[in-house]
């Protein structure tokens, strides 16, 4: 996980932009990137947006570095990473400049972004929520790229999940638990559930206790430490009640709650006491439930339901991302039609100047940003420049449909998690209750 900071540039912003492009840190430039400005003029380009502030302060941009443990990343996807946080954190109302640095033991990521956004002309507000939402977010990107975490102050270039499991005091054990749960659908008997752990890469030891070894760990794992459901015995047991009560669930005829209400019968059996309580009755029952409060009477019903609100949760992201990526390009648009008329009597003086290769030498900056701004434009197909009232009342329509859809795919990310927490206890209830031979025996 990438540590991160940020603080404002209150002067200099040149010198600032000069020192995260310069090319001994860069790889020649070629780890240097933009959004809604050029890197090569984006201080002037940030004192155009700056002039226009509704608000004074002395804040001319806010410097945000993300820093990656020695060597967990290369630069290229360090970059990526950035680029993706600067996208998420400033949701394409702010132009920046990312570079990433590898002329240190550790590769690390600059981002400069002005203080003022393009659509409104408002500063940015950095206060401890907002860090917490960078940190949040950079730590979330991390992750979703397996990377390593990086705590100040403590040991470096664990894993994520190592320093999580470390954390909770779980580490191996964890795994352990997770491989044992994995293998046993799948097992026929103890010595096959054995070579399925093998087959994971686990080494086994054989002896008063069943123990297991991961790849890279130090000591064997007993398998009675691991809790009173992952015995020998209790293993056993589970994988006899898993193998008999397998059906295909196509041929599944009986209720499915009705189904549960047996399995939880059966778990609660005298002889199946302790595990039925591992298993946690009261999760069964709340499934139960559920299933009646949604009135989802068969497992093809359950699973129906399932992938219905999958689709919709995956349609409603889509939505989500194109809204965002229309905002984007909206706000750059209003940038250049900004820069356009606020610039446009300077060109019309220059246009009007008698020695204009001395005004362009005077001006040359400044001139530059207005025709860069004036292709864009010409570039999207607009023949004269479109109305800034209009765009920006568009805009804000359009923001407030994506804080819509943002709320729309938050229910249907929620129904989604939900509906899949529903499926895992329904496949455990119906596969972990005992079969009708070890009823019978007890």
């Not at 020649?28 to 990137?33: C, H, N």
């Not at 940015?124 to 950079?138: E, K, L, W």
Request: charged share 30%; glycine share 4%.
């Amino acid at each position: 996980m990438a540590v991160t900071k940020i603080h404002p540039i209150k002067s200099t912003l040149k010198k600032a932009l000069d020192y995260i492009e310069n090319p001994a840190k860069t790889d020649e430039k070629m780890l240097v990137s933009s959004f809604a400005c050029s890197y090569e003029t984006a201080d002037i380009e940030f004192e155009l947006l700056l002039s226009q502030a509704m608000q004074k302060g002395n804040n001319l941009a806010h410097h945000l570095i993300q820093s990656f443990a020695p060597g967990e990343t290369t630069p290229e996807q360090a970059h990526e990473i950035g680029r993706q946080l600067a996208d998420e954190v400033l949701q394409g109302k702010y132009p920046y400049v990312l570079t990433t640095h590898i002329d240190k033991g550790h590769v690390h990521n600059h981002v400069i972004f002005c203080a003022v956004d393009m659509v409104n002309q408002r500063k940015y507000v950095s206060n401890r929520q907002s860090y917490a939402y960078i940190r949040r977010t950079s730590d979330r990107l991390c992750k979703e790229h397996g990377l390593s975490v990086v705590m100040p102050g403590q040991d470096r270039g664990k894993s994520y999940a190592e320093w999580d499991a470390h954390r909770k005091g779980t580490s191996w054990k964890a795994k352990l638990k997770a491989a044992i749960d994995a293998a046993l659908p799948q097992a026929k008997d103890f010595d096959d559930f054995l070579r399925l752990l093998q087959e994971q890469g686990y080494e086994v030891k054989r002896g008063k206790y069943v123990s297991f070894r991961a790849p890279g760990q130090g000591r064997f794992t007993r398998c009675k430490t691991l809790g009173e459901a992952y015995t020998e015995e209790a293993i056993t047991e589970r994988i006899k009640g898993r193998f008999a009560e397998r059906k295909p669930k196509e041929t599944r005829k009986i209720s499915l709650r009705i189904d549960l209400e047996n399995s939880i019968k059966a778990q609660q059996y005298a002889g199946y006491e302790k595990w039925a309580k591992l298993h946690n009755l009261k999760q069964a029952a709340r499934t139960l439930n559920f299933l009646t409060e949604h009135e989802i009477d068969s497992y093809p019903d359950l699973e129906s339901r399932v992938a219905e609100i999958t689709a919709a949760s995956t349609e409603a992201a889509a939505a989500l991302k194109a809204a965002e990526r229309r905002l984007a390009e909206m706000a750059v648009l209003i940038k250049d039609v900004t820069t356009c008329k606020e610039l446009r009597p300077l060109v019309q003086e220059y246009q009007r100047a008698a020695d204009k290769k001395q005004f362009r030498r005077r001006h040359e900056s400044t001139l530059i940003l207005y025709e860069a701004a004036a292709k864009a434009l010409k570039e999207q197909g607009f023949q004269k420049l479109p109305d800034l009232y209009t765009l920006k009342a568009e805009y804000k329509q359009l923001a407030e449909q994506k804080d819509q859809l943002q709320r729309q795919y938050a229910e249907a990310k929620r129904q989604m998690q939900e509906y899949d927490i529903i499926k895992q206890n329904v496949d455990g209830v119906l596969r972990t209750a005992p079969g009708k031979e070890q009823m019978q025996e007890r």
